[in-house]
């Protein structure tokens, strides 16, 4: 099947620093990554579109200057949060969808960042 | 807009039968899927209706009426280990990047 793999899986950092989350398809080619958020006890909410070779599509309400994302190839995209926050403090989990295939998206297995 | 509404918090009995529903309202439709989330861990995938009707699949099946903007998961011979967030989501029929909305998530607790 289809993996999608997140690096790092936990992340503890200092207000103010930048962290980067790495998010790879590991045996298929995707144009497309997806970068999602969630706080505890609630759902997902999608924060960008991630297509190769392209800017990334932000959702309304979205910073982009503060969750910059790049996607360089067709298996890695990432997210770097810029100057984290405590508010930043989430569940960050990104998943993908196989060029040309079906609908289903495979998604990683998440990034815990906690921001002091 | 995109609307997708499900019940907060169910609770089942081991071994028991458990629907959950899920109803939308989008300005257009080009499929709908569960996922199941344990808690801390990422959505793994459960099942895909885009045609009207039931899908099966072991213990879990998927049902969907376009007409009436609604959709249920079905589990069977509920086990401790179903204890988890189900997850309705509609594909975005104006996205040709399969982009697909969640709703908020339905948290099953199964109790012995």
């Known amino acids: 099947g289809a993996v999608v793999s997140q690096h790092p899986s936990r992340v503890i950092c200092k207000s103010g620093t930048s962290v980067k989350i790495e998010c790879r398809s590991l045996?298929?080619?995707?144009?497309?990554m997806f970068w999602y958020r969630q706080f505890p006890k609630k759902s997902l909410m999608l924060m960008a579109t991630?297509?190769?070779?392209?800017?990334?599509?932000?959702e309304q309400g979205v910073e982009k200057d503060k969750f910059l994302i790049n996607h360089a190839s067709l298996t890695l995209s990432t997210l770097t949060v810029t100057s984290a926050h405590p508010e930043d403090s989430s569940f960050y989990i990104c998943?993908?969808?196989?060029?040309?295939?079906?609908?289903?998206?495979?998604f990683g297995p998440g990034t815990r960042l906690t921001v002091l | 807009g995109q609307n997708i509404d499900q019940p907060t918090e169910m609770t089942a009995t081991e071994g028991a039968i458990v629907q959950i529903n899920c109803t939308y309202q989008t300005s257009g439709f080009n499929g709908l899927f569960w996922y199941q989330q344990h808690a801390g861990e990422a959505p793994t995938f459960l099942s895909y209706?885009?045609?009207?009707g039931l899908e099966e699949k072991g213990r879990f099946s998927s049902f969907l009426s376009r007409s009436k903007g609604y959709s249920y998961l079905l589990l069977k011979e509920l086990q401790m280990k179903d204890s988890a967030s189900y997850l309705c989501a509609v594909r975005d029929p104006y996205s040709s990047a399969s982009k697909i909305i969640f709703g908020s998530g339905t948290r099953l607790s199964i109790r012995p």
């Open positions: 209706n885009v045609l009207d």
């Open positions: 991630s297509n190769e070779g392209s800017k990334a599509t932000y």
């Open positions: 045996d298929f080619q995707a144009t497309t």
């Open positions: 998943s993908a969808s196989l060029a040309g295939g079906p609908y289903e998206q495979f």
